[in-house]
């Protein structure tokens, strides 16, 4: 399978459901497009490659093969759960060093969501969770196709929690990130709440969790409304003096 098709795919997919229920209607054509799309392209697949050019995808002498002896869905699993809180801990550090925060605050420069912002980040954020997450997986021995297709379900959660939708999903709240939770990570106040990914239940667990039943009312950061104009200047903006 070629993860370069899903993105496509995905991507039409969502386009398509924020057209037909979007939690604000906005053109499609959006303030900042051009750039997203960048950063999409970027991010979901340039930057990815060459890291995978530079990091071996085998450690043979530090293979301890642990989960080869499991079957194909516990692996997925347990992986599943691995990478997720492990996201969850990088994501609330993100929030919490401020040298961490200079390259984070990019994702949250954006003025409005849907699923392209998924992908606008720093590319030192593909360096981090990609090394944190995948290469340990490739150590204990998970397989290929499992990291396979948890990069496609995890790309899927991303793109629906980042949605111009207002699902909360009821009761499956509680486990599952929405659009309409996520809605509150991106809002101006409070801050530093709902760092979970995939799961919801990380929050709510360790007391990150804010979701009140209505919409934030703004998003951004406030005093910087208007983000760096071009990519290149997005991903520079981190290094230069403040």
């Given at each position: 399978?070629?993860?370069?098709?899903?993105?496509?795919?995905?991507?039409?997919?969502?386009?398509?459901?924020?057209?037909?229920?979007?939690?604000?209607?906005?053109?499609?054509?959006?303030?900042?497009?051009?750039?997203?799309?960048?950063?999409?392209?970027?991010?979901?697949?340039?930057?990815?490659?060459?890291?995978?050019?530079?990091?071996?995808?085998?450690?043979?002498?530090?293979?301890?093969?642990?989960?080869?002896?499991?079957?194909?869905?516990?692996?997925?699993?347990?992986?599943?759960?691995?990478?997720?809180?492990?996201?969850?801990?990088?994501?609330?550090?993100?929030?919490?060093?401020?040298?961490?925060?200079?390259?984070?605050?990019?994702?949250?420069?954006?003025?409005?969501?849907?699923?392209?912002?998924?992908?606008?980040?720093?590319?030192?954020?593909?360096?981090?969770?990609?090394?944190?997450?995948y290469v340990p997986a490739g150590i204990?021995?998970?397989?290929?196709?499992?990291?396979?297709?948890?990069?496609?379900?995890?790309?899927?959660?991303?793109?629906?929690?980042?949605?111009?939708?207002?699902?909360?999903?009821?009761?499956?709240?509680?486990?599952?990130?929405?659009?309409?939770?996520?809605?509150?990570?991106?809002?101006?106040?409070?801050?530093?709440?709902?760092?979970?990914?995939?799961?919801?239940?990380?929050?709510?667990?360790?007391?990150?969790?804010?979701?009140?039943?209505?919409?934030?009312?703004?998003?951004?950061?406030?005093?910087?409304?208007?983000?760096p104009g071009t990519w290149f200047q997005?991903?520079?903006?981190?290094?230069?003096?403040?």
């Amino acid at each position: 399978m070629n993860y370069f098709y899903w993105l496509i795919g995905l991507g039409a997919f969502f386009t398509l459901l924020e057209r037909w229920t979007p939690r604000e209607r906005r053109s499609l054509l959006r303030n900042g497009v051009g750039v997203d799309l960048l950063h999409v392209l970027m991010n979901s697949f340039a930057f990815p490659y060459l890291l995978s050019q530079i990091v071996p995808h085998q450690f043979p002498s530090l293979h301890l093969g642990w989960a080869s002896g499991l079957s194909w869905t516990t692996q997925f699993l347990v992986m599943t759960l691995y990478c997720d809180v492990t996201q969850y801990g990088i994501h609330n550090l993100l929030h919490r060093v401020p040298w961490l925060w200079r390259f984070h605050k990019i994702h949250h420069q954006a003025p409005a969501l849907d699923w392209m912002v998924n992908w606008h980040f720093h590319y030192a954020e593909v360096l981090v969770y990609r090394t944190l997450l995948y290469v340990p997986a490739g150590i204990f021995g998970f397989a290929g196709d499992v990291m396979f297709w948890h990069g496609v379900v995890g790309t899927g959660m991303g793109h629906f929690t980042h949605s111009n939708l207002r699902w909360n999903l009821g009761p499956f709240r509680y486990i599952f990130n929405t659009p309409a939770m996520h809605l509150w990570h991106h809002s101006r106040s409070p801050k530093n709440k709902n760092f979970g990914m995939v799961f919801s239940f990380w929050d709510w667990l360790f007391g990150t969790a804010y979701f009140p039943p209505r919409d934030p009312e703004a998003l951004g950061i406030a005093g910087e409304e208007t983000p760096p104009g071009t990519w290149f200047q997005q991903l520079t903006s981190p290094f230069k003096a403040t």
